[in-house]
């Protein structure tokens, strides 16, 4: 992402907050894995949006109009010895000549400057219960500036959360974004077709992951957006299956939910293909309702249009299909009026995508579902599960987990379906399934 671009996020952010206010807003914590390993660190969304800084150990203050810089950088200093042992820092020079920091300080002073830059501020922009050991320091920080108030000092009255104006901005994607997005969805389509190519009975499921990871590394994406679920047969109908550990059965389908992350966006995508290259009759009849109600819902995602219309289409077309094939009997409004659908299919049929991949934003505005706007982005990804448990459904259709997921971008005539290089339908799955192409390592 351009550096011009977190500028622009910071000054629409404190255009929102006014005079009189301060924004906090801290890096997420090293997290420890099992005694002295740590998880790779991955910066906090809302943080790094404004900042672009990828540090632990950093805490990014925003105050509008204030004569000496409105965005000020708290981190860690340049230091020899630990660089050494644990990589390079930005240090304070660069927290100001590659972040735009109008003013660095040392994230051991915080404590002494802080309570400064609060003095006199009538508002505190800040995302309280996120991180509660940060929330009493900010709430220590307050409270001390409050002992000053004999000497003629104000400490803020107060407290508004950030998120509800930062997400409300996160939720519309800039051009640069958008790039990004595309890049990872295309990224994951191939390792989408990857893992379609290389599929076989007999395989574990953690094999088909690592083909997954493979593209997605060699790609340049250091990680996935989210744990990849692979699930063979009855596992597809788990719907956050993550074990990734069982044989992969002949006859059986395989579903995998799986998306990269590019430039800290994300993409999510799944697919279910036969694991044996070619749909039995069942497995085609329900995939085909599955992918028809898809395309009904992606159909609905225009701008004008509401939150909910593309999941209202969706269940309407998974329950004619199910009617139709006699696993519903009745009337089709009776049977969509009292949900006869959520015996096998749960879930919403979407959520926005952005830097996290259940990104942040409303779905409702004043109790209504929102209206779809150009710059949003979200899924599509309506399924069927039906299992062993499923009470008066013939055996033939048992054990079926069918899901196929899209990323989708709200466009000014109708939308772009940024994941569309992804094989989809039975033609394409099963053409590539059983070509003679073998992707090279």
Not at 301 to 317: C, K, L, M, T
């Amino acid at each position: 992402m351009e550096r011009k671009e977190f500028t622009r996020r910071r000054k629409r952010l404190m255009d929102i907050m006014n005079i009189g206010s301060i924004a906090i807003l801290p890096a997420s914590q090293v997290r420890s894995r099992n005694n002295d390993v740590e998880y790779p660190y991955r910066p906090d969304s809302d943080f790094y949006y404004l900042t672009g800084f990828p540090e632990p150990e950093a805490v990014a203050v925003m105050i509008p109009d204030r004569q000496h810089g409105e965005f000020i950088l708290f981190c860690r200093e340049k230091d020899p010895e630990m660089e050494t042992w644990h990589g390079r820092r930005a240090g304070l020079e660069k927290a100001i000549e590659y972040y735009d920091a109008d003013d660095a300080f040392p994230i051991a002073d915080i404590d002494e400057i802080l309570p400064g830059l609060i003095e006199n501020k009538d508002r505190v922009f800040y995302n309280m219960g996120t991180d509660p050991e940060f929330d009493q320091r900010v709430q220590g920080w307050v409270n001390q500036v409050r002992g000053k108030a004999r000497t003629g000092v104000t400490a803020p009255e107060e407290f508004i959360s950030l998120g509800h104006a930062l997400h409300e901005l996160r939720l519309f994607k800039s051009r640069g974004e958008i790039k990004a997005m595309r890049r990872a969805a295309k990224i994951s389509a191939k390792a989408h077709a990857r893992a379609m190519k290389q599929c076989r009975p007999g395989m574990k499921e953690y094999q088909i992951e690592a083909e997954l990871l493979h593209e997605f590394m060699k790609q340049g994406c250091r990680s996935p957006a989210y744990p990849s679920i692979v699930g063979g047969g009855a596992n597809g109908c788990i719907l956050h299956y993550t074990e990734n550990s069982d044989a992969l059965n002949d006859g059986d389908l395989l579903l995998i939910d799986a998306g990269a992350e590019h430039d800290y966006y994300a993409s999510d995508i799944t697919r279910t293909f036969p694991i044996n290259g070619v749909f039995s009759k069942e497995q085609k009849i329900l995939y085909e309702i599955v992918l028809k109600a898809q395309e009904a819902a992606i159909e609905k995602v225009q701008p004008g249009n509401y939150w909910n219309d593309p999941h209202d289409a969706a269940i309407r077309e998974l329950t004619m299909g199910l009617k139709e094939i006699g696993i519903l009997k009745g009337r089709l409004p009776t049977l969509i009026k009292n949900e006869a659908y959520k015996r096998f299919y749960m879930h919403r049929t979407g959520h926005w995508l952005g830097m996290d991949v259940h990104d942040v934003g409303d779905y409702k505005v004043d109790g209504e579902w929102r209206m779809l706007e150009p710059g949003m982005v979200l899924t599509v990804e309506p399924g069927l599960y039906i299992t062993e448990q499923s009470r008066g459904v013939a055996k033939k259709w048992w054990n079926t987990g069918i899901r196929i997921e899209d990323d989708v971008l709200v466009t000014k005539t109708g939308h772009d379906i940024l994941s569309k290089d992804a094989p989809k339908t039975v033609a394409e799955i099963e053409a590539i399934m059983n070509s003679n192409e073998k992707t090279s390592n």
